[in-house]
């Protein structure tokens, strides 16, 4: 095959890589996407509105197959009988990690990556966050601060459609928002009741939302179906799928081109420079060469670095990247299910109507303002009240009229729900490397994971099970069930790190404007750029950092610099 030549090269197409996409095109160059798994036809593939009834396993799954070809994607949720097409082959995607250190990669390889079935939620990070590494001796310090991050945050949130509540709190910066769908009944009087018992230090918000509640861009406002990982005919959530891929391709100047799987980065000593990438062609297998000025790394976390290792050169034997030691280290995924559930002894007379895909969420209040003995960071909640609801009529007796009767009458109390997501301490001894013995379906060496939590993430569980618990005493809530699993890291889907940005090419791999030191034409902006991971959700910091690294990237290129 002939080389291609490009200004730009983009390797993935999820929600970083669709940004990458979006604004190189935009700023006038010719730009290729590389993914490497199929193309998405949201006509076919998108199946929120499929019932039960019509799937072949009715909802149930094909369960001998799953655990054949996804026995760790098979771990969340979300890969079920109508989502699991979206998730990768586990026997085709291999990966190790030691039998005392399991890792969950859960991972989505078609046009525009787990961005059709990610989680949704967006929270900006503060200052407590930017600078935890520098003032607790984690990791390295973080090489921007939230004044140089906050009018990327602006851009990026009023493109992507925001429902949110503004809270005023410092730990977790308002941002532009929509007018978010009301708490439900149950949620607002425990809104009210927190807000009194604790002085306002836990409070029950809006969970702030990539979906839309006004039609926005050209996008439909949401419809309330509730199946959003199944895909959005509507578009009324935000994926590179539904948003930035098309705002590239109306410039004309973008080529997506799936079934590309990078291998890695070309790199020429004389200049200093990446000259391109090798791809593997994901069908035939067969090698070739893209050639262009700038290349953005987005293929996620570990993924992006695996390309990197990939990419060793005489120069740089520990791969493209590695002269400060640190590429590959400081993995980190957040802690969760640590928390509570209970029955609400309020709003009996209440219910609900359509089916809110969204949350409640309850900032995080832990070591904000008075330092915890027990624990570095903090965590915030996610959870909601609901009352049963249609789904329970699979385990229930009965047939006809009185039966139907049941269902929409007999409904129950409220429960409400508090589970925990913490931040994880980046550490060294967290890191990925290339597994010797194993490839990949097309023959790429393969990565092996070392990563556990600390003692600091379990204390931290630990503490969500006692604070949820404080949350629903305080709401006079009964059989009240606390709960602590030990999940492996990976299972949250939030990992970053291992090609950390940082001050200094000595321990780190990326500058403050994610150039990987090594080749500065080569910017990675995912989650592998992170030395920290805060408690919120990353990826809305993803989106802003991809913008305000173009942005750099552009100019230089203006200035001849790059």
Known sequence: MAPMTYDAIVVGSGISGGWAAKELTEKGLRTIVLEAGRPIDPAVDYVEHVPPSQKRYRGMGNRRQ????????????????????????????????????????IRGRQVGGRSIMWGRCVYRWSDLDFTANAREGYGVDWPIRYADLAPWWSYVEKF?????RKENLPQVPDGEFQTPWPLNAAEQKSREILLTKFGGERVITNARLAIITANHGGR?????????????????????????????????????????????VIYDPAKKRATGVRVV????????????????????????????????????????????????????????????????????????????????????????????????????????????GWHRGTDMPGFGAQFKKSLIGDLGPWEMDFGGFGEMLPRHENFVALDPNLVDAWGI??????????????????????????????????????????????????????ARMGRDPKTSVLNAHNQVWDAPNVFVTDGACMPSTANQNPSITYMALTARAVDYAVNQMKRREL
């Not at 992507?160 to 949110?164: F, Y």
């Not at 179906?225 to 959530?237: D, E, F, K």
């Not at 600091?456 to 604070?467: C, F, L």
């Not at 949820?468 to 970053?496: C, F, R, S, W």
């Open 66 to 105: 799953v655990e054949r070809y996804q026995p760790i994607q098979k771990h969340t949720g979300a890969c079920d009988e109508w989502s699991s097409k979206f998730f990768v082959n586990d026997l085709d995607n291999p990966y190790s990690f030691p039998d005392d250190k399991p890792f969950y990669w």
């Open 160 to 164: 992507v459609g925001i429902q949110g």
């Open 220 to 264: 439909q406002k949401c419809h309330l179906c509730g199946h959003c990982a199944r895909g959005c005919v509507t578009l009324s959530y935000f994926s590179s799928l539904n948003a930035t891929l098309p705002a590239a391709q109306k410039t004309g100047r973008l080529t997506l081109r799936p079934f590309s799987v990078v291998h890695s």
């Open 281 to 388: 062609d994901g069908n035939t297998k067969e090698m070739f060469e893209v050639y262009a000025k700038v290349i953005f790394l987005n293929a996620s976390a570990m993924e992006s670095t695996r390309i990197l290792l990939n990419s060793a050169t005489k120069e740089y034997p520990g791969g493209l990247g590695s002269s400060s030691g640190e590429l590959g280290h400081n993995l980190m995924d957040h802690i969760m299910d640590g928390g509570a559930s209970g029955t609400l002894p309020f709003a009996m007379d209440k219910r609900e109507l359509g089916n809110r895909p969204d949350a409640i969420y309850v900032p995080r209040f832990r070591n904000v303002k008075t330092k915890h003995p027990d624990f570095l960071r903090g965590y915030g909640f996610e959870g909601r009240a609901s009352r049963s």
């Open 445 to 498: 060496p393969a990565l092996r994971v070392n990563c556990v939590y600390s003692e600091n993430e379990h204390k931290m569980q630990e503490d969500m099970v006692v604070t949820a618990t404080e949350m629903l005493e305080a709401l006079g809530a009964t059989n009240i069930n606390t709960y602590k699993e030990d999940n492996p890291p990976g299972l949250v889907i939030h990992e970053t790190g291992t």
